[in-house]
């Protein structure tokens, strides 16, 4: 298999492992609030990463300065890019959200051509729109989920989020450059975040405690090891591939989601509009990989 195939295949398996993540989280939300089921699986996540440290970690890494990378990383990524999800799809519904949170790859794109000097090719601007059309198509699919009723600063939450994404991405790829540890870099984002995420349980007027007998919270726990597992893999292909190659096809999860949705957990069903997004993002991966 050629070397070039190595960060799309990593790609493609972190996008499963967000998609699975999703569908953990979404059971577990039967049982239990989002922002407390969000902080289980942030800090299960970094409990993964430090389970694992006997393993994997150098303390050596703590000891250089791009370790503030990574820290930054966790600052704003999941923690602020998740709430910033939830606010859309509170404002705006689930359909106009995830419509505009496909525009991370071309934010991903854009920062990577920008910033970091790497080269948009023919097959990789193909592929990044095909895979942005197909997921809106989906998205369209639901257009009874659509809110009419919703202020105009609303459209930045989610358009926002896709962007702190991708900049995440970037800083990622910018701190692994000094300490090239696709786990490290997981490890300290994610410990940054369990952080911030516990923290922000206590603020208010009204804490809000885990409860970790509720089966909701072993959902979101299941969430938290795959959304770890889907960073490692994540890092470790912007370690080895570009930011113009991995963004848009980790940006593949909701095509993920919705396959496992259908012959998995049974809540869709298999439609035209589904069969033809599928069919636009096969050959928009291959583009992609043979740029």
Avoid: C
């Avoid at 569908?23 to 699986?41: N, W, Y």
């Avoid at 299960?44 to 050596?60: E, G, K, R, V």
């Avoid at 923290?199 to 885990?210: E, F, H, M, R």
Wanted: no cysteine; net charge positive.
């Amino acid at each position: 298999m050629p070397f070039d195939w190595f960060p799309v295949l990593l790609a493609l398996t972190s996008a499963l492992l967000f998609a699975i993540g999703a569908h953990f989280q979404h059971v577990g939300l039967s049982d239990l609030h989002s922002r407390t089921g969000t902080a289980i699986s942030i800090s299960t996540a970094a409990l993964f990463h430090w389970l694992l440290s006997p393993i994997f970690l150098d303390p050596s890494y703590f000891l250089k300065p791009a370790v503030f990378i990574f820290v930054l990383v966790g600052i704003f990524r999941p923690s602020l890019s998740a709430n910033l999800s939830v606010a859309a799809t509170r404002f705006l519904g689930p359909t106009l959200s995830s419509t505009l949170s496909s525009t991370s790859p071309l934010f991903g794109a854009a920062l990577g051509i920008w910033w970091l000097g790497e080269v948009l090719t023919w097959q990789i601007g193909i592929g990044t729109f095909g895979i942005v059309g197909a997921i809106i198509l989906l998205s369209l699919g639901k257009v009874r989920d659509v809110n009419s009723h919703w202020p105009l600063w609303a459209l930045a939450l989610p358009v926002g989020a896709a962007f702190i994404r991708s900049l995440a991405h970037v800083f990622s790829k910018i701190g692994m450059e000094d300490i090239p540890d696709p786990y490290f870099a997981g490890l300290v984002g994610f410990t940054v975040s369990a952080l911030i995420a516990t923290a922000s349980l206590w603020i208010g007027s009204k804490p809000s405690p885990v409860l970790w007998n509720r089966p909701g919270s072993r959902w979101f726990a299941g969430a938290g090891v795959m959304f770890g597992s889907a960073i490692i893999s994540l890092n470790t292909a912007l370690l080895h591939g570009n930011i113009t190659t991995v963004v848009p096809v980790v940006a593949l999860s909701p095509i993920f989601s919705m396959l496992l949705s259908i012959f998995v957990f049974r809540r869709e069903r298999l439609t035209i509009r589904s069969v033809i997004a599928v069919l636009i993002v096969v050959p928009s991966v291959i583009f992609i990989t043979l740029s």
